[in-house]
């Protein structure tokens, strides 16, 4: 009864364009403060547009959960700052220490916080996928940050993962026995979802989406995405999800947002290519039914292009 209550609730929530509101944490360079979804998981929901100055870079979801013998964290944060503030809500919430934090993918709002736990002598976990982008990359995702974020990106260096896994890794710490995964191929490489068993809960990463358009990059395998999706992800059958952006909700509004909109986008620019039709004209493929996302003008005509690279000689 108190699932159902619970979900009730978050479906009741509506989906706001938060692009467009003003930051939730005056004074705070979170842009939302941490609130707990389900007992012992807590969430600090990031704004649904692009990192900017104005939301520090705190535009993912920053998670965490309190297991009876410690505290693990879920994404670095996208800089020191932000991982700090993070941590400073976290001890409001218990006196538990911070034991483990997990990064979700090899991007910038997943891994520069890292430098700031290392700073506090915790581990960092990640999928070896990830932390390879992140060591290839990091320069340059660390220059794009300090560039929006300027002053605060003070304190941030490289610092990468210290604990790697390929294979699912097992954590049983006080009353939690929860499962980190990398289901399959999806949104970028290393795509790792903190599943809790026993809670029915999904800390999805990237892998999911709600209220907000996700972004197809030049390494994204969509096709991919939705074989990952319907044969590892939703048979888990999660009842709470927190996605990699969005508000917290459940499997059917993540599927309707994510596995939906790159069903219906492939459709699209498959039955472009089928007519014959190139590059220049794809970008401009129908995806009206899909406008209510937030960032839709931002990324709509950049994921067309990007799919129909993908599809062209599939």
């Given at each position: 009864?108190?699932?159902?209550?619970?979900?009730?609730?978050m479906?009741?929530?509506?989906?706001?364009?938060f692009?467009?509101?003003a930051?939730q944490y005056?004074?705070?360079?979170?842009?939302?403060k941490p609130?707990?979804?389900?007992?012992n998981?807590?969430s600090a929901i990031?704004?649904?547009?692009?990192?900017t100055?104005?939301?520090?870079?705190?535009?993912?979801?920053?998670?965490f959960?309190?297991t009876g013998?410690?505290?693990?964290?879920?994404?670095?944060?996208?800089?020191?700052?932000l991982?700090?503030?993070?941590h400073a809500e976290?001890?409001l919430?218990?006196?538990q220490?911070?034991?483990?934090?997990?990064?979700?993918?090899g991007?910038?709002?997943?891994m520069?916080?890292?430098?700031y736990?290392a700073?506090?002598?915790?581990?960092?976990?990640a999928?070896e996928?990830?932390a390879?982008?992140?060591?290839?990359r990091?320069?340059?995702?660390?220059?794009?940050?300090?560039?929006?974020?300027r002053e605060n990106?003070?304190?941030?260096?490289l610092?990468?993962p210290?604990?790697?896994f390929?294979?699912?890794?097992?954590?049983?710490?006080?009353?939690m026995?929860i499962?980190v995964?990398?289901?399959?191929p999806s949104?970028?490489?290393?795509d790792?979802?903190v599943w809790i068993p026993?809670?029915g809960m999904?800390i999805?990463?990237?892998i999911?989406?709600?209220?907000?358009?996700?972004?197809?990059?030049?390494?994204?395998?969509?096709?991919?995405?939705?074989?990952?999706?319907?044969?590892?992800?939703?048979?888990l059958?999660?009842?709470y999800?927190i996605?990699g952006?969005g508000?917290?909700?459940?499997?059917a509004?993540?599927?309707?947002?994510?596995?939906?909109?790159?069903?219906h986008?492939r459709?699209?620019?498959g039955?472009?290519?089928?007519?014959g039709g190139?590059l220049?004209?794809?970008?401009?493929?129908?995806?009206?039914?899909?406008q209510?996302l937030?960032t839709?003008?931002?990324?709509?005509?950049?994921n067309?292009g990007?799919v129909?690279?993908?599809?062209?000689?599939e």
């Open positions: 009864m108190i699932r159902h209550a619970l979900l009730a609730v479906l009741a929530t509506p989906a706001f364009a692009e467009d509101v930051d005056p004074g705070n360079v979170l842009y939302s609130y707990e979804v389900i007992p998981v807590w990031g704004a649904t547009a692009p990192p100055y104005e939301n520090t870079g705190h535009n993912n979801n920053l998670s959960i309190v013998d410690g505290v693990i964290v879920v994404n670095g944060g996208a800089n020191y700052k991982a700090e503030a993070l976290i001890k919430a218990t006196d220490p911070v034991k483990l934090v997990i990064n979700e993918n991007q910038g709002h997943a520069l916080g890292n430098s736990w700073a506090q002598g915790v581990d960092i976990l999928h996928d990830a390879h982008e992140f060591a290839d990091g320069p340059q995702i660390l220059a794009g940050m300090e560039r929006y974020a990106s003070e304190g941030t260096t610092v990468e210290t604990i790697l390929s294979d699912p890794y097992m954590i049983d710490m006080g009353d026995h499962e995964m990398h289901a399959g949104h970028g490489p290393g790792t979802q026993d809670l999904m999805a990463g990237d999911a989406f709600n209220n907000r358009m996700t972004p197809i990059f030049e390494d994204t395998c969509t096709s991919c995405w939705i074989e990952t999706w319907e044969t590892v992800f939703a048979p059958g999660a009842t999800v996605p952006h508000n917290p909700t459940n499997m509004q993540v599927e309707k947002d994510t596995i939906g909109y790159l069903k986008l459709a699209a620019v039955a472009h290519i089928e007519e190139m220049d004209q794809a970008y401009y493929v129908d995806q009206d039914a899909y209510y937030d839709f003008k931002e990324l709509a005509i950049k067309a990007q129909f690279t993908e599809m062209e000689f």
